[in-house]
């Protein structure tokens, strides 16, 4: 389902994808520096968690400004959250590359207003960029630092923007509950020599689905 969120004087283009039964909790997801919604990645991320029960929507915000990318992720969220069409009890933040810092800004905005309601349940990172590649000295690690709620981090043993030491050490010092994810050899895009996309997409898109089941009310009967 298409929908144009409005932000601002202009819109945003998102797209709704649905799971047969009524879904109780859902994942905003958006992506990196360059591309938009129809990434393969997030298509195949957004079909394989609808697939399994769990609505996506996915959006698609140009510009290279951090805080404008984190403006427009939380107007989504306000979007999702008042949305009458569907009523979730808790979302999970997810983006690819630049699109997990935004929503990892997001959600340390909403923790520092003091808003209790606990809509946004926790925060996928799809190949966080923790540094520029070759600048290690410099971490984006500010947002992460601050966040409570659970962190899921898929990302590949040889990105050039996210060494395995660093982000192990950022994660240590973490006080939310997280858990890293490494893909075996993949790069920042996620790709893998000798393996196929659908292949290595295969795979996260499970870890994916398993983590927020885990840490979900997840039909617990």
């Not at 879904?23 to 991320?45: C, E, K, Q």
Request: proline share 3%; glycine share 6%.
């Amino acid at each position: 389902v298409k929908v144009k969120i409005p932000f601002g004087n202009k819109y945003l283009d998102a797209i709704f994808s649905l799971p047969e039964k009524k879904s109780t909790y859902g994942v905003i997801l958006t992506h990196g520096a360059g591309g938009d919604m129809n990434f393969p990645h997030l298509v195949s991320l957004a079909a394989y968690l609808a697939s399994h029960g769990v609505l996506c929507l996915r959006f698609t915000c140009k510009g290279l400004n951090i805080a404008y990318r984190t403006k427009a992720f939380k107007t989504v969220v306000e979007y999702l959250k008042l949305s009458d069409d569907y009523k979730l009890s808790g979302v999970f933040l997810a983006g690819r590359s630049m699109g997990s810092r935004a929503a990892a800004s997001v959600i340390r905005q909403l923790s520092q207003e003091n808003d209790d309601d606990d809509f946004v349940q926790g925060l996928v990172c799809l190949s966080y960029p923790l540094h520029r590649p070759k600048l290690q000295s410099k971490l984006r690690d500010e947002d992460l630092l601050f966040i409570s709620c659970p962190v899921l981090f898929v990302s590949g043993s040889a990105d050039e923007m996210c060494e395995k030491q660093l982000l192990e050490g950022v994660a240590s010092k973490m006080k939310a509950p997280k858990k890293i994810y490494w893909i075996d050899k993949a790069n920042h895009g996620m790709a893998v020599k000798g393996r196929t996309t659908d292949d290595v997409m295969e795979e996260i898109n499970a870890q994916v689905f398993y983590w927020l089941r885990e840490n979900t009310e997840w039909e617990k009967k």
